[in-house]
C-alpha cells in the first residue's frame, strides 16, 4: 500500500531541472529525511508534493490516485505541509495559529468544536507552548514561532506529514522534545517528509532517505543503504566522516581537502 | 480580565448587537442633529411644526444618513478585502488608487456623455483596472515591510489624480460643471438603496468564506496546505474591493481613510478573525462615515465641509495614535 508516490517527476525552477525522473513511495508509518545544498530544490520537491508548485513531467499519487484529481479539502485532511516562511502579515495568536490546522475538517458553517479547541491546546502542550496560547505570534522569538507552527500541522492529523526544517531555530532541548513527538507521529502510523540540513536527524526514527544533488540527480533509499560516508561526502562535496557512538552512526563534517 | 485567545460564537454576537446599538444611536442623532435641531419625542407630535419636522428627517436626513453608512460600509470593507489580498495593512482603496482609477473611469465616460448606468460601470472598469495594475506590479514584493506595493499604489493613485486633472481641463464648460461635482461627491442625494444592494450582497458571499480569508492572511502556501482555493478566493477579494470601491466612489465621490483606519481600529480592539472583522467593519466603517457627516454638517453650520476632509481630518491623527499605541505595546 503505498501513500505518497511519485512517477518520474521531474522538477524545474526557472531555467534548472532540480530533480529528474524522481521515484519515490511512501508508505505509512515511513520517515523521509530529504538532504540536500542550499538551494538543491528541498523546498521546491516539498511544494510539489503538496500540490503547490507544478511539476514539469511525471505524476504524484495519493493513496493511488492522481493529486491533482483530489478536492483540496481531502487533500489537506491527508497531507499537512509545514512551509519555511510562515510568518503572518497580521497579529495572532499562538491558539488561533494552532486551529488553524482544524480548517479542512470544519464544514463552511462549523465553528470551531470544544473537541478542536482541546486538540489544538493538547498540540500547543507537547511542544512547551501552553503558556504562550494568548500571545501574539510577532512577539515570539523564531523558535517559539516556528514550534507553534509545527501545533498547527500536528493539529491537522494528516496521515502525511510534509515538514520544511521544522527544528530550524530551536534550542537543543526543543530540537529533541520535537524529534520525540515526530518519532511519536510515526510510531501511530503517519508518515513523515523531513526537509532537513542535518543528516544525524534520521537517528532512531528515519526510515529513508533522499539526496538530491542540485542538478536533476537523486539517490532515495534506505536509511542503512543510502545514508553513507561516501554519499554524504558527494552530496555536501566536503568529507563527511561517520562516528560509532553507542553502535550508532553519527556524522560529523571532516577536515577539507583542498 | 481572561486573555482573549480565540473567537467563540457569543463573543461574535455580543460585539455585533453592541454595534448596530451604535449605529442606531448614532442614526438618531444624525435625524435630530442641522440646521435645525429636533428631540426624538417631537416628531411624533400633531402640530404643523412636528409635521415639518417629519418632512426634513424623512425626506432629507434620513436618506442622508443611510447613504453615509452604506457608503461608509462599503469603503471599510474594500479597505478590509485588500488588506487580506494584498497581505499589508496598510492596503486602502484610496491610498492604492483604487478610488482614483474608478474616478478616471467615472469622469472619462461623463466627458464622452454617457449615461448614468454606463458611468458606474465605467467606474467599475476604473477601480479594477488600477487594482489589477497595482497587483501586478507589486506582487512578487515579499519585502517584510511590502514597502514596492505601498510605492505603487501611492503611484498609480497619483497617475489616477493626474488623468482626473487632465480629463477636467480638455472637458468642455458645459460638462465641466457636472464632473466637478461629481468628483467632489456628496452624501446628499446618494443613491443609498442600490449601493446598499451591492453592500449586502456582498456581504452575503463573502461572509462564508470568511474562515478560508483568515487562514489566507496566513500567507497563500499556508492557505493551500489548508485545503483552500487560494486562486479562486484571491479573484473573489479582487472584484469585491474593486466592485465595493466603484459603488462607494460612483455614490459619494471620493472619501480617504475610513478603508485604512476603520479596519485597522477594530483589529486592535476586537483581534483578526475575519468572521468577526467582515461584520464589525461594515458598521463600523458606516459609523465613521456617519459620524463625519453630522460633524461635517454641524460644526460650521449652516456652511457644510466635504464629508472627506473631515474623515482625513479626524482620521490620520487617529491612525498615527493607534499606530504608536501598538509600537509601545510590542
Known amino acids: 500500500m503505498s501513500l505518497l508516490a511519485t512517477n518520474q517527476l521531474s522538477i524545474r525552477q526557472g531555467q534548472r531541472t532540480l530533480c529528474h525522473a524522481l521515484d519515490i513511495n511512501i508508505k505509512p508509518g515511513e520517515c523521509w529525511l530529504v538532504l540536500g545544498e542550499n538551494g538543491c530544490g528541498k523546498s521546491t520537491l516539498l511544494a510539489a508534493l503538496a500540490g503547490w508548485h507544478a511539476p514539469q513531467a511525471g505524476k504524484i499519487n495519493l493513496h493511488d490516485k492522481p493529486l491533482p484529481s483530489w478536492t483540496s479539502q481531502e487533500r489537506a485532511k491527508r497531507m499537512a505541509w509545514l512551509t519555511q516562511q510562515d510568518d503572518s502579515a497580521f497579529p495572532l495568536t499562538v491558539l488561533e495559529k494552532a486551529l488553524t490546522g482544524r480548517h479542512p475538517h470544519l464544514g463552511r458553517w462549523d465553528w470551531e468544536s470544544t473537541d478542536d479547541i482541546a486538540l489544538a491546546q493538547h498540540q500547543l502542550a507537547r511542544l512547551d507552548l501552553v503558556n504562550l496560547a494568548g500571545r501574539d505570534l510577532a512577539t515570539l522569538s523564531g523558535g517559539e514561532r516556528r514550534r507553534a507552527s509545527l501545533a498547527a500541522v500536528l493539529a491537522q492529523q494528516a496521515e502525511l506529514l510534509l515538514l520544511d526544517e521544522p527544528l530550524s531555530q530551536l534550542d537543543l532541548r526543543h530540537q529533541q522534545q520535537a524529534l520525540a513527538i515526530l518519532r511519536d507521529e510515526t510510531n501511530a502510523g503517519r508518515s513523515l517528509v523531513l526537509v532537513s540540513h542535518d543528516p544525524n536527524h534520521a537517528h532512531g526514527f528515519a526510515s529513508h532517505v533522499l539526496l538530491l544533488f542540485g542538478d536533476g540527480r537523486w539517490l532515495a533509499g534506505p536509511v542503512q543503504e543510502t545514508l553513507t560516508e561516501a554519499n554524504l561526502s558527494a552530496l555536501y562535496r566536503h568529507p563527511v566522516r561517520s562516528h560509532l557512538v553507542d553502535g550508532q552512526p553519527w556524522f560529523l563534517p571532516g577536515p577539507h581537502v583542498a | ?330
Not at chain 2, 454606463?118 to 488600477?130: E, I, K, P, R
Open chain 2, 1 to 330: 480580565m481572561k486573555e482573549h485567545t480565540h473567537l467563540t460564537r457569543q463573543r461574535l454576537a455580543l460585539i455585533m448587537a453592541a454595534l448596530l446599538l451604535l449605529t442606531l444611536v448614532l442614526l438618531t442623532i444624525s435625524l435630530c442633529l442641522g440646521s435645525t435641531a429636533y428631540r426624538p419625542w417631537q416628531l411624533w407630535q400633531s402640530t404643523p411644526d412636528a409635521q415639518m419636522a417629519r418632512d426634513v428627517v424623512l425626506q432629507l436626513r434620513l436618506p442622508r444618513s443611510l447613504a453615509a453608512l452604506v457608503v461608509g460600509g462599503l469603503l471599510a470593507m474594500a479597505g478590509l478585502l485588500q488588506q487580506i489580498l494584498l497581505r499589508n495593512p496598510l492596503a486602502d482603496p484610496y491610498v492604492l488608487g483604487t478610488s482614483g482609477g474608478a474616478s478616471v473611469g467615472a469622469l472619462a465616460a461623463l466627458l464622452l456623455g454617457a449615461s448614468s448606468v454606463l458611468v458606474s460601470l465605467s467606474a467599475g472598469t476604473g477601480a479594477l483596472a488600477s487594482t489589477l495594475l497595482v497587483f501586478a506590479l507589486a506582487r512578487h514584493d515579499h519585502s517584510s515591510q511590502q514597502s514596492r506595493l505601498l510605492l505603487t499604489g501611492i503611484a498609480v493613485a497619483s497617475f489616477a489624480g493626474a488623468l482626473s486633472s487632465l480629463l477636467l481641463s480638455i472637458a468642455p464648460d458645459g460638462l465641466l460643471r457636472g464632473m466637478v461635482f461629481w468628483m467632489l461627491g456628496d452624501l446628499a442625494g446618494a443613491p443609498w438603496q442600490v449601493a446598499g444592494l451591492v453592500l449586502l450582497g456582498l456581504l452575503i458571499l463573502l461572509w462564508p468564506c470568511a474562515r478560508d480569508l483568515n487562514i489566507l492572511s496566513h500567507g497563500q502556501q499556508a492557505a493551500h496546505a489548508l485545503g483552500s482555493q487560494t486562486r479562486q478566493l484571491q479573484w473573489l477579494l479582487y472584484f469585491a474591493s474593486s466592485i465595493a470601491t466603484a459603488v462607494a466612489v460612483t455614490s459619494a465621490g471620493l472619501i480617504g481613510f475610513i478603508g485604512l483606519i476603520v479596519p485597522h481600529a477594530l483589529r486592535l480592539v476586537l483581534g483578526q478573525d475575519i468572521r468577526l472583522l467582515l461584520p464589525a467593519t461594515v458598521l463600523g466603517g458606516g459609523c465613521t462615515l456617519l459620524a463625519a457627516d453630522i460633524v461635517s454638517r454641524t460644526v460650521l453650520a449652516p456652511q457644510q465641509l466635504p464629508v472627506g476632509v473631515v474623515t482625513a481630518l479626524a482620521g490620520v491623527p487617529v491612525f498615527l495614535w493607534l499606530l504608536q499605541r501598538r509600537g509601545r505595546q510590542q
